[in-house]
């Protein structure tokens, strides 16, 4: 496990290589009827949360740690709730277009 030290500065960019991977697998599954695809994209969308929330620092735009916990609550609680908010938008619209497209 790392130390919440090794958090600030660190870049999560590696983290949107995945999320690529899960639409475009989730997209493919779908595109050849199975319906468990809409949950892979979805899953995409709460990469970012879950990375806020495991190791307690908020992402900013170019997804580096920059806003701990404990050091500035009020951007770290922020950026979490936009997170979380992101996630649901991306399972909901996941949702409409893969099941009006088939």
Excluded: K
């Excluded at 960019?13 to 595109?31: D, E, H, R, Y």
């Excluded at 994209?41 to 307690?56: E, M, N, S, W």
Aim: proline share 4%; glycine share 8%.
């Amino acid at each position: 496990m790392t130390a919440e030290s090794d958090f600030p500065g660190r870049s999560f960019q590696p983290w949107l290589l995945t999320i690529l991977a899960l639409v475009a697998g989730g997209s493919f599954l779908n595109s050849v009827g199975q319906r468990w695809g809409i949950f892979l994209v979805a899953a995409a969308g709460c990469i970012p949360f879950l990375i806020q929330l495991c190791t307690q620092h908020a992402l900013d735009a170019s997804w580096v740690a920059r806003y701990s916990r404990i050091e500035s609550p009020r951007r770290y609680w922020l950026q979490l709730t936009g997170a979380l908010l992101l996630a649901l938008c991306w399972g909901f619209g996941a949702c409409q277009v893969f099941a009006s497209a088939s």
